[in-house]
């Protein structure tokens, strides 16, 4: 597999927590790559890792998830780490299933919880 270029980081608000404290002990493998998020997990991520260079987008019920599906589709992104609620019903449910599914079409790996998140970040798991 080739080298990852970029990775985009979503969480639900549930998730916001966990997403933090994911990126700060995963801080020095995510700064060796492009990071897009939507804007309120984006702003967690700048407050958890000030260093990390992180591209905001929108939030996602104002269309973030729909501009990171758009970046999937044109190959801008190559890692897909989303954080999801199961329990909340969320008002662009559509959106995220939108983007679920392009992630899919295009065949990128798609964390949509904790636990496969450390396993696509294990170092050497998906190249350098
Ligand atoms: O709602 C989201 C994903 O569906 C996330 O958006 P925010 O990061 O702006 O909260």
Do not use: W
Not at 17 to 33: G, P
Not at 35 to 57: H, M, Q, Y
Request: net charge neutral.
């Amino acid at each position: 597999m080739t080298a990852l270029k970029c990775i985009a980081l979503i969480a639900h608000d549930q998730k916001k927590d966990d997403m933090a404290e994911f990126a700060r002990r995963h801080e020095a493998e995510l700064s060796r790559r492009r990071i897009v998020a939507t804007g309120t997990t984006g702003g967690r991520i700048k407050e958890a890792c000030p260093s990390l260079d992180v591209t905001r987008l929108k939030s996602g019920p104002l269309g973030g998830d729909q501009q990171i599906g758009a970046m999937i589709a044109t190959g801008e992104v190559d890692m897909l780490i989303f954080f999801v609620d199961p329990l909340t019903s969320m008002p662009h449910d559509v959106d995220v299933k939108a983007l679920m599914r392009l992630a899919t079409v295009y065949d990128i790996p798609m964390a949509l919880n904790r636990a496969t998140a450390e396993i696509l970040l294990t170092p050497g798991a998906l190249g350098a």
